[in-house]
């Protein structure tokens, strides 16, 4: 492989917030279903969550790229990361108190929508940090990280669920947050480009 772009001080921090970040988001990804089930005993509630979250993510990701192109995509994924940070941390209060089934899909659906702003402006922060012909090889180990974290993820998250039970499993991803937000912060600015659009109603369809 051509780990050329980890010479970048900017794509190494940024390469290490979104696999931390990503092995939180996979166990939250195990341990809400799991607990939806285990509330309701219904695979129609179960499947509802998926719906919760995906009308959200429809709206916000469209969004999400307006503002990406108009803002300094660092501040959004920053301010994003703490927005989910606080989904995490709901979702671990809801468990240690007893949850009912509208609190979950209430933070499904909201840590979907921040998910669907946060996206865009991340991903094209890529391409601002390191050189036009390392984007190949930066684009390969982006897809190395996102395999490994889809698969280690949801292993770790069975065995916290097994382990420690559901709101330390909850932590676990906000720990994880905190370490991404450590790494963005170090991130230099990326502001917009110069005579970047403000966002609007006509940017998002644009888009």
Do not use: H, N
Request: hydrophobic content about 55%; proline content about 5%; glycine content about 10%.
């Amino acid at each position: 492989m051509d780990f050329r772009p980890f010479r970048s001080r900017d794509f190494r921090l940024l390469y290490a917030a979104q696999f931390v970040s990503l092995l939180g988001t996979m166990v939250t990804y195990v341990a809400l279903p799991y607990q939806m089930y285990r509330l309701t005993g219904s695979s129609l509630a179960l499947g509802l969550l998926g719906g919760a979250e995906l009308v959200p993510l429809l709206v916000t990701a469209f969004i999400g790229g307006a503002i990406a192109d108009a803002v300094d995509r660092r501040r959004i994924a920053l301010a994003t990361d703490v927005a989910l940070a606080a989904g995490s941390a709901a979702l671990a209060f809801v468990a240690a108190i007893g949850a009912s089934a509208w609190m979950l899909y209430l933070v499904a659906a909201w840590m979907s929508a921040v998910g669907g702003l946060q996206r865009p402006a991340v991903e094209s922060l890529m391409p601002r940090l390191v050189a036009k012909d390392q984007m190949p090889a930066a684009a390969s180990l982006t897809v190395v990280r996102g395999s490994v974290g889809m698969i280690a993820g949801p292993a770790v998250g069975g065995v916290l669920l097994a382990s420690v039970g559901l709101t330390a499993t909850y932590l676990t991803d906000v720990a994880s947050y905190a370490a991404s937000l450590a790494c963005l912060w170090m991130i230099r600015a990326v502001p917009p480009a110069e005579g970047a659009e403000r966002p609007s109603v006509a940017a998002v369809f644009e888009g």
